[in-house]
Each structure stands twice: as structure tokens, then as C-alpha cells.
């Protein structure tokens, strides 16, 4: 466990926007775009999924961690620049095909801990859903916003949360938009354990270790078995799946989503119309 934490990493990809490294016996990957919170673009979705293939090709990997570079964000979901000017519908289809941020569909082999070292908003807050794992830092804080921008969390959100944490709270937190504290999170289920700012990494490289400790095809079996994974997908969320999809294209024509982009572009509180 000691010498995975110490052993000196080695990097195996990224593309800027991404880092990825292995650490002995684990893959940490590393949203690279602090100057934006780590918002997710269509580099971060090459970069993880990518990352995620090589770590899941490779033998002698038992886990994989994703974390966010600097102290103040892990991901604060879509980069809204990125969206305006659509470039996450000039994808390569197999990248759309793993979800947002190259990872909210991608089900590899290996274990993945989500390593949660700031705000994890929108998709940050996905991300952490689809993880198997995930350790948060003091100061991290978690929520689902999109309705107080006029959209939805399309990205597993809306279904996943109430099937991890008790359903009635997933829906306050789904329809008001607020934000839960680490502390809240751990209470809730939602993360595996809290730690001081600063270590959250260092933390999850000795989760990883203890996993990394055991049969790696029995550890890979066990999760399939839970997570009801079957040759790299997850069937039963097939038609939760097509709901988003189908839900999502509804509020994309909507004035009130224009309106809830605009307000926030212009930093002001949105006015409504319901339609």
C-alpha cells in the first residue's frame, strides 16, 4: 500500500487537457484545465477515455483514480464554451459513445476512485456517480445545478443519485439545485470517506492499494456482478438512458433554457416563462 504512494509515476498519455500516469499498480488521471475549474471539453473527453482504455489494456493495473488538477475544482461540469459552439457533436462517435467527459458510459475492468479535491458541480458530480469509489476532500462540495440554469443533468444524473443515495434527498438536491457539503455526502453514502484538503490524492492511492491487494479477477468480477456490467456495458440503465435523451432534446427547444444560459452569461438571476 506504502509503495504505491511512494513509487515514482510514470506518465503513459494525455493530451494537455489530460494527464494520466501510472503509480505502480494504478492509473491516476488527471483533469488538467484548472484555469476553468476543469470544465469538461472535447479534449478532456478524448484525454480520460483514452487514459481509461490504456490503464484497462494493461496487466499489471488494478485500479484507477481520477482526479482534478489545483486545489480549487475536481470539474465543474460542461465547459458552457464549448457548448455554445457545439463542438462536442464534432466527436469522433466512439468518444460520444463513452459519455460525458469520456467516462460517464465507459465501463473498463478496472475499479475506478474518484479522488474528489474541490467543487464537483453538474458533470463533476456525474463523474463522481459513475465511479466505483470515491474519496472527498474538506472543502469539496457536490451538486446537480442544471435546473437553475433552465437544463437538465443529462449525464446519468437525474437517475443514478437516487439509486446511491436515499431517494427522497437525491430529489431535493436534483430539483433545487443546491450544493452538499463533503461531510454531507459521507452521511449520505454519496462518498466513501473525507479527508483534509491537500490529501485527497494520497488518500485514494491507499484505497486503491487495499483493492490492489486482492485477486485482481475476483476483484473485477465482484464488481460486474454489482454494477450489473456485462461486456463493457450496463444494460439496465438502457432506458434510463433513452428518457435523458429523450427529456434533454424536449428542454434544448426550450425559451427557458436560452433564457437560463443568457442569465447566467450575464450574471443575473433568470426570468421563467415555462415554456
Given amino acids: 500500500m506504502t509503495a504505491l504512494v ?7 498519455g ?3 487537457a489530460v494527464l494520466a500516469e501510472k503509480r505502480g499498480a494504478v492509473v491516476l488521471i488527471t483533469l488538467n484545465r484548472p484555469e476553468v475549474r476543469n470544465a469538461v471539453n472535447p479534449d478532456v473527453c478524448v484525454g480520460i477515455g483514452e487514459a481509461l482504455d490504456l490503464a484497462d489494456q494493461d496487466g499489471e493495473v488494478r485500479a484507477v483514480i481520477l482526479t482534478g488538477a489545483g486545489d ?3 470539474c465543474a461540469g460542461a465547459d458552457l464554451k464549448a457548448v455554445a459552439r457545439d463542438e462536442f457533436a464534432r466527436l469522433d462517435p466512439q468518444v460520444r459513445g463513452w459519455g460525458f467527459a469520456g467516462f460517464t458510459r465507459h465501463f473498463i475492468g478496472k475499479p475506478v476512485i474518484a ?24 472543502g469539496a462540495r457536490f451538486g446537480l445545478p442544471e435546473v437553475t440554469n433552465g437544463v437538465v443533468a443529462g449525464a ?9 443515495i436515499p431517494p427522497k434527498v437525491a430529489m431535493e438536491i436534483l430539483l433545487t439545485g443546491e450544493m452538499v457539503t463533503a461531510h454531507r455526502a459521507l452521511a449520505l453514502g454519496l462518498v466513501n470517506d473525507v479527508v483534509p484538503d491537500g490529501e485527497v490524492v494520497p488518500a485514494a492511492l491507499a484505497l486503491a492499494g487495499r483493492i490492489a491487494a486482492n485477486a485482481p479477477l475476483a476483484v473485477q468480477a465482484s464488481r460486474r456482478i454489482a454494477r450489473g456490467i456485462s461486456e463493457g456495458q450496463a444494460p439496465q440503465e438502457d432506458g434510463d438512458w433513452v ?7 424536449v428542454v434544448a427547444r426550450s425559451a427557458d433554457l436560452h433564457e437560463g444560459l443568457r442569465a447566467f452569461a450575464e450574471k443575473r438571476a433568470p426570468v421563467w416563462s415555462g415554456r
Fill in 6 to 12: 511512494e513509487r515514482e509515476p510514470m506518465e503513459i
Fill in 243 to 249: 428518457r435523458t435523451a429523450a427529456e434533454t432534446a
Fill in 72 to 74: 480549487r475544482a475536481f
Fill in 115 to 138: 479522488a474528489v479535491n474541490g467543487y464537483a458541480l453538474g458533470g463533476g458530480t456525474e463523474l463522481v456517480l459513475q465511479a466505483d469509489l470515491a474519496i472527498a476532500a474538506e
Fill in 14 to 16: 494525455g493530451n494537455g
Fill in 156 to 164: 446519468g444524473g437525474a437517475f443514478r443519485l437516487g439509486r446511491q
